[in-house]
């Protein structure tokens, strides 16, 4: 993929045992404008972000479909010089996953320490034929990484209470796609604060994207998940890994790893 294949570059845009694996979310069909990807204008300069209580979201189901290929194999169905481009305008990796359209073409998301980078099909006459890859830049200097314990609350304690003042008003976002809500349940409540937080003092549509794997063993089921949400000046990720043991709800898993990131992005 050559210099003009990433285009997109407008202020802040850089043209760029049982084994279950998808990689749900917004893009189960080829997109009908597979060179746009929506987003929201947000002020630029330090936004001030409100105080009050973040919405606290229930966890969905996570379907799954053995006949999806993992992010691995997803990955290497793009040419090698497509995935090391990507590689190169997002910087060190924090968070990726590739994944398939339901017409086979691929596609990525690479969210690195250079930027937040999509690779999608380039559609002509109906059929994928070659790729477009898009960057947004990170700010120098914003990124913020933190981990969060992973230990599920003890028995008899009383449940966690989401972060902010008491009696502060819930500051809610719209997800899109609204599927999210259910995917951000999984995560422990100061989790979603830390995901959410970043987007409130803007407008609040934010995008969503996903991918996770889970392995069914005879006592328990374990999760690989992934979640980037975005706006045009915010983003925020996590990969984290949980067991849950049979007949447990989400609230009791264990997270082995809970890895969060935040950064703001270069406005267009």
């Not at 481009?85 to 690195?112: I, N, Q």
């Not at 008899?156 to 989401?162: C, D, E, N």
């Not at 937080?197 to 995008?207: C, D, E, K, M, S």
């Amino acid at each position: 993929m050559d210099e003009k294949a990433w285009e997109r570059e407008r202020a802040g845009r850089d043209p760029m045992p049982e084994r279950r694996d998808r990689s749900p979310g917004r893009r189960e069909q080829p997109p009908a404008a597979p060179d746009r990807t929506p987003g929201d204008l947000v002020p630029t300069g330090r936004d001030e972000v409100p105080g009050g209580v973040t919405q606290i979201h229930e966890p969905g189901s996570l379907p799954v479909d053995p006949e999806t290929p993992d992010r691995l194999r997803a990955w290497e169905l793009l040419p090698d010089d497509v995935r090391a481009r990507t590689l190169e305008k997002a910087g060190r990796s924090l968070v990726w996953w590739a994944r398939v359209y339901a017409d086979g073409a691929p596609f990525a998301v690479v969210f690195g320490d250079r930027g937040l980078c999509r690779v999608e099909p380039v559609y002509r006459g109906g059929r994928a034929e070659g790729q477009r890859g898009e960057r947004v830049r990170v700010e120098p200097g914003s990124l913020l990484t933190r981990s969060f314990d992973a230990r599920p609350p003890r028995a008899g304690v009383g449940s966690p209470v989401a972060p902010g003042r008491p009696g502060a008003p819930v500051e809610r976002l719209v997800l899109d796609p609204p599927e999210a809500q259910g995917v951000l349940g999984h995560f422990p409540l100061g989790v979603q604060d830390f995901l959410q937080r970043p987007f409130l003092a803007g407008r609040r549509t934010v995008t969503a994207e996903w991918y996770y794997e889970e392995t069914v063993e005879r006592a328990h089921t374990d999760l690989f998940v992934l979640l980037c949400l975005s706006t045009d000046r915010h983003v925020t990720a996590i990969e984290a890994r949980r067991t849950l043991e049979r007949g447990a709800t989400p609230d009791r898993a264990r997270w082995h790893a809970l890895t969060c990131h935040q950064a703001r992005l270069v406005a267009r």
